[in-house]
């Protein structure tokens, strides 16, 4: 480590910080210190799509997270994957590029009192950085560093089950980002030419690589942030106290840190370092620097609940993967020509709709995947099926993000509170019906879908609420744990432009900043989020003559 003062530190190089560290770097008078407690992404599984199944749950790529054992789940912990190298999430999940719903964004312009959150003022921070396979229109931009492609190949029984959801009535739709996200289609994908397209591919290398005023550490784990008082009882972060591996370093930052460890770490961090609500704090015998109750609450996240239908006169993965030639055939594929199953994302069709008339926008999610298994990691099945995995786009459940402990290399308690509410429990039984209704449509009577798992046996909503709870399993999308608000908020953590309410020189640029969770997957709007916050900290230091 060549120094130890910076400008800008960065703190977590996923998602937001690999974006920030270009943007923020491009100025050659900016020294800037991007800081990851992961490895490097050189892992040759992050680049291959299908590699997902071995980061997830391998350390070398993942930060081990468990929940708590949730009364939602009767009694049941998760696994919690969060990538833990150079990329983050964006290394790890299902490369999914969706940016939800316009109502969401214009939500959350009301909830922060800001105009500048509403939809049509976040469409041109998606085009910035956006490389759109079919060109630039008025809403896709191309040209950027996050390339966004269609999917490298189509499965008999998915386009059976698009059929089957049109007749059930959810429109076709060719593209889930407009603004309007309701319809059944497949996913567009972050790849490029079959690779996974990852944050520290895109805004890393080799631009930030090349420029001497950039500075990057991995393996260094951040211990706390360093709070200074002024004289008149202001607050200010002025730095941090780092892990190296071999030794602990204090790092100054003579304008901003910008925390982007994610929903767990960002507010874990805050929390160690004195920032969040007392009563915890002292618990843990942490010095209380600034009580801000908001610091871990909120935790939002969708959960999906995965219907297995038997098929025949079909091939899906099952079969396909589960002989020697089989993997051989699917192996070469990808070698030759980057196709294949190698080349699928986790999963390959999609569906906005509702779950019962009543509601007034699309309210559930469809992830349709040709293959099955037990659970993740399982091997598949050895029959022909597929898989419908459905979640609430909106849940109501609100959980927490908590230290244990004042030590920062132990993780924090994380309880989602699953399906805590009447609404989510109503939700997961009208969504489950919904993916019946669907599968016995005539577009998929010629493969003759039989319900395998959860099985036709559980019919009222109690027992459908009941199921829920002993199958349903996290789609990765923690977010809220540090969400920006009105100046009226107490559980504001941050202001409108993502500064940590209190602090000065401090911001959280993360999924945790989002007030609500989006309707769909939340990587690219957490890269937005993360742009629009690197045009922020240029404008507050050209006002401060920095």
């Not at 950085?129 to 229109?137: I, M, R, S, T, V």
């Not at 499965?155 to 698009?162: E, I, S």
């Not at 099955?372 to 909106?394: E, I, K, M």
């Not at 805590?420 to 669907?438: G, M």
Request: net charge neutral; proline share 5%; hydrophobic share 35%.
């Amino acid at each position: 480590m060549s120094d130890t003062t910076f400008d800008y530190v960065i703190i977590g190089a996923g998602t937001a910080g690999c974006l920030l560290a270009n943007r923020l770097s491009k100025d050659p008078a900016n020294r800037v210190l991007l800081i990851e407690a992961g490895r490097k992404d050189d892992y040759h599984w992050i680049h291959i799509p299908v590699g997902y199944l071995y980061c997830i749950g391998n350390p070398r790529t993942d930060w081990l997270y468990s929940t708590e054992p949730d009364a939602g789940l009767n009694g049941r912990a998760l696994r919690y994957p969060r990538g833990k190298t150079l990329g983050g999430c964006s290394s790890i999940n299902g490369m999914i590029y969706m940016r939800g719903q316009s109502r969401d964004y214009d939500g959350w312009a009301q909830m922060t009192g800001d105009a500048g959150w509403r939809w049509d003022n976040c469409l041109p921070y998606f085009k910035k950085h956006e490389d759109y396979y079919q060109g630039a229109d008025e809403l896709h931009g191309a040209g950027g560093e996050w390339r966004v492609e269609r999917q490298r190949l189509r499965w008999d029984v998915l386009d059976a089950f698009a059929k089957a959801a049109q007749e059930a009535g959810v429109p076709h739709t060719e593209d889930f980002n407009r603004g309007n996200n309701e319809g059944v289609g497949y996913f567009q994908v972050n790849q490029r030419n079959g690779w996974r397209w990852n944050t520290a591919k895109a805004f890393l290398r080799p631009t930030c690589y090349g420029r001497p005023n950039f500075e990057m550490w991995t393996n260094a784990h951040v211990k706390r942030l360093r709070v200074e008082r002024g004289a008149n009882g202001t607050r200010r972060c002025t730095g941090l106290e780092v892990w190296t591996g071999h030794e602990m370093a204090s790092v100054q930052a003579t304008r901003e840190v910008l925390l982007c460890a994610g929903s767990i770490g960002s507010p874990q961090l805050l929390q160690l370092s004195g920032i969040g609500p007392a009563d915890l704090l002292r618990r843990h015998g942490v010095d209380v620097v600034h009580d801000l109750p908001g610091v871990g609450e909120n935790l939002q996240d969708h959960l999906q609940i995965r219907a297995v239908f038997k098929v025949q006169g079909v091939q899906t993965l099952n079969t396909l993967a589960n002989s020697w030639h089989g993997k051989a055939r699917i192996g070469l594929q990808y070698l030759l020509t980057r196709s294949g199953p190698m080349s699928m994302a986790p999963s390959q069709l999609g569906a906005f709709t509702r779950s019962s008339p009543e509601h007034a926008w699309p309210n559930v999610e469809y992830h349709v995947q040709p293959l099955s298994l037990d659970a993740f990691g399982d091997p598949l099945h050895s029959f022909n099926a597929f898989t419908a995995s459905v979640c609430n786009l909106n849940p109501t459940s609100r959980g927490f993000v908590r230290i244990r402990s004042p030590k920062f290399d132990e993780a924090p308690a994380i309880a989602p509170n699953y399906l805590s509410t009447p609404e989510d429990r109503q939700v997961a039984a009208d969504s489950l019906r919904l993916t019946r209704r669907i599968c016995a449509q005539p577009a998929l009577a010629k493969y003759q879908p039989q319900e395998w798992r959860p099985g036709v046996q559980y019919q009222s909503d109690e027992e459908l609420a009941r199921l829920a709870g002993d199958i349903a399993t996290t789609i990765f999308h923690p977010v809220g744990t540090t969400k920006m608000g009105r100046d009226d908020d107490p559980m504001a953590v941050l202001d409108s432009r993502l500064r940590v309410r209190g602090v000065s020189g401090l911001r959280v640029v993360d999924a945790g900043a989002m007030p609500t969770i989006t309707s769909g997957n939340t990587n690219s709007p957490t890269l937005m989020m993360a742009e629009k916050a690197a045009e922020w900290v240029l404008q507050d230091a050209a006002r401060s003559g920095a």
